[in-house]
């Protein structure tokens, strides 16, 4: 079968704020084939310069649309999306954005494969690596900010708790901001709200910039909380001051990588920043494959992945696929509330099953399906000219 | 005085092709202040994509686009450019092509505070770092492709030399392409034609993918042409595949780098790749400072600083103002063809001087003009419209 169309949609909420919430708009993309399959994927990225790069008119051979590299082609196996992902890259060789942009049609791409082949996308991905295709559930966790004081994170706390969430990430907000004994008081209140018997997760949202020893004592006044993770002290391209804080054995794992925007910089923040949890965003790397190899070089280097999601279930899902088969991965960030937008994006959102656990859905592609009639108030229309020529327009939904 | 216009505008030639000529289109930012002062910089990146990140709508505090950063602010000395650097970039921090994008505005940025503090930007730098501000003159070398056979490429050689070139890079084409024998030929022909008193570079535009052990041998086989380097032998992202090469001990120098989009990938790739020349684009790393600081990490590491300039001499100049003060790094990429746009942009070219080298223009800011009314008729008007908004329009030239 041949790609028949590749588009891009742009949602939009209609009131966006400064407010850290990924959720309040995204770019989804649906690609279809001549022979009627149709897969979708979304981008965690800024929509419009995203689409950009699915129009944007030819400047050489090395900065070609994701529209043109994909139109037309090919598509019957595994391997072909694999090169397919291969042609998209070179082709956008000189295109900064192009693996934001991309990540939500390589989703797509596989939804299809797995929707002919009849199987789940984690399947494939097993099948392709010669490695087990059994499924492991995953615990949740709720990804929260620390309130404005102690006692505020307490009460937030306590009533994640009382919902029932047996792991927790508290970040940003006051944290790093008014000395030590605060950022102190906001773990033991974060803690002491959740209680012992649950995982707690500090995201310190790189307000330490590249001061790694800040960051090696914090990690040390944080220990008697016992926290899975402290995450992003640092600045996210401060892989030397990374180095530094790992090499000091600090009391608690360090996290970081979802400003992974290629393979290379994951590997980097693993090889050269030595961190103990890598969090990859699926909708920012390029998709599921690239995703799939930081899986297997974390388990090379005796270190945890774990995915990043701040979108809807469907780019849930495309997260779930990448590491659904590896037991000694157990944690899985599991966007809980967000926008209508993101809310009602998929028909069945993936529930927190009896015993807490989230599980892959053993339904072809992604096994999730976008309600375009649900979002369609969110679609805002983009019209791009250049000179004379419409370059892009949306397509009919 | 404040920042009062940032405009980018879309230039193009009437009939882009694929072929490797960077000076098809260009990006040119324009920068205005309240107090009559204009500053222009140059993107080497997708114009379209670029330009969607100066008008992107905001998606949440880390996806705010660059007009937005930049509009209303305090301009009054380089302190001030290091600043709004730092706004921008946090502000895009989800925005993958950022520094592609900013990059023009940064140099526009520099351009504005020479002129009105009435120095060269070179100078500037010298000062903000306490270092010498003595310039010293550059060799220019001439970039050119590899003919299809060693006979064509002899031709195009000797007709450098004819022409006073006294360096010249060759680069892809059939390189790699057919076998151990063609490839020395194919040297061995671009040696014979500039002669022996002359430096000549190879360019393997990344032909070996990962595989370092075809790299080392050609290097070892080139070695008895004395090229000055073997550049981009392998794929931008094989950083672990450079250091494997350059850990072996290669008979020639290895040239990488012009890929970096961010001050990371070039310190990766000299930390880590173990690289001897790195090659910087202002145009995309995110403009003169964080090239500045490639400069003085190669400086620190030993190693060779070059710029990579496929455009026009606003880019040049950009370029040449980062290391013009350093001595020891006597090599500058240079322009000598290129479109008619890349030619008429700005009024006087760097000339080649009587002693065949390049020298830095002792002019406030950039030290060139922008010769609008030469290149009106290659401009492209944009208009992107998101919803019922006119989020661009491309302004008065």
């Known amino acids: 079968m041949k790609i028949s169309s590749v588009d891009p949609f742009y949602f939009q909420m209609p009131d966006i704020t400064s407010a850290a919430d990924g959720t309040q708009d995204t770019l989804l993309v649906r690609i279809r084939t001549d022979t009627g399959y149709e897969g979708w994927g979304e981008c965690d990225a800024s929509p419009l310069v995203s689409l950009a790069v699915y129009c944007c008119p030819m400047s050489h051979g090395n900065i070609i649309n994701i529209h043109t590299s994909l139109i037309g082609e090919t598509l019957a196996e595994p391997s072909d999306v694999v090169r397919l992902s291969e042609k998209v890259l070179r082709n956008g060789l000189d295109i900064q954005q192009i693996q934001h942009a991309y990540s939500g049609a390589e989703i797509a791409l596989w939804d299809i494969i797995g929707k002919k082949l009849n199987q789940p996308v984690y399947k494939l991905l097993a099948e392709m690596t010669d490695s087990s295709d059994t499924p492991h559930p995953k615990l949740p966790y709720a990804s929260v900010l620390f309130g404005d004081t102690p006692e505020e994170t307490y009460q937030i706390s306590l009533d994640l708790q009382k919902r029932g969430y047996r792991a927790a990430k508290f970040g940003w907000g006051p944290m790093g901001k008014y000395g030590e004994e605060n950022d102190i008081a906001l773990v033991r209140a974060a803690r002491e709200g959740m209680g012992p018997d649950t995982q707690i997760m500090i995201d310190a949202g790189v307000v330490w910039g590249t001061d790694y020893e800040t960051a090696y004592k914090r990690a040390a006044a944080f220990a008697q909380f016992a926290p899975t993770w402290l995450e992003e002290p640092l600045a996210p391209d401060a892989i030397e001051a990374y180095n530094s804080l790992t090499e000091m054995n600090p009391a608690i794992p360090i996290a970081a990588g979802e400003g992974s925007n290629s393979f290379r910089m994951a590997e980097d923040v693993i090889v050269n920043g030595g961190i103990h949890y890598v969090q990859i965003d699926t909708g920012r790397i390029g998709g599921i494959m690239p995703s799939y190899q930081v899986c297997q070089l974390a388990e090379q280097h005796g270190i945890q992945y774990v995915n990043h999601t701040f979108k809807s279930h469907l780019s849930l899902a495309a997260a779930l696929h ?58 805002t229309p983009v019209h791009i000219q250049v000179a004379d020529e419409t370059v892009f327009q949306t397509a009919e939904l």
């Open 322 to 379: 990448v590491f659904a088969t590896k037991p000694e991965f157990k944690l899985i960030e599991y966007p809980a509330a967000g926008s209508a937008l993101s809310q009602q994006l998929v028909k069945e959102p993936f529930p927190v099953d009896k015993d807490g656990m989230i599980r892959v859905k053993e339904l072809p592609g992604l096994g999730v399906d976008v309600v375009t009639e649900a979002i369609r108030q969110y679609l």
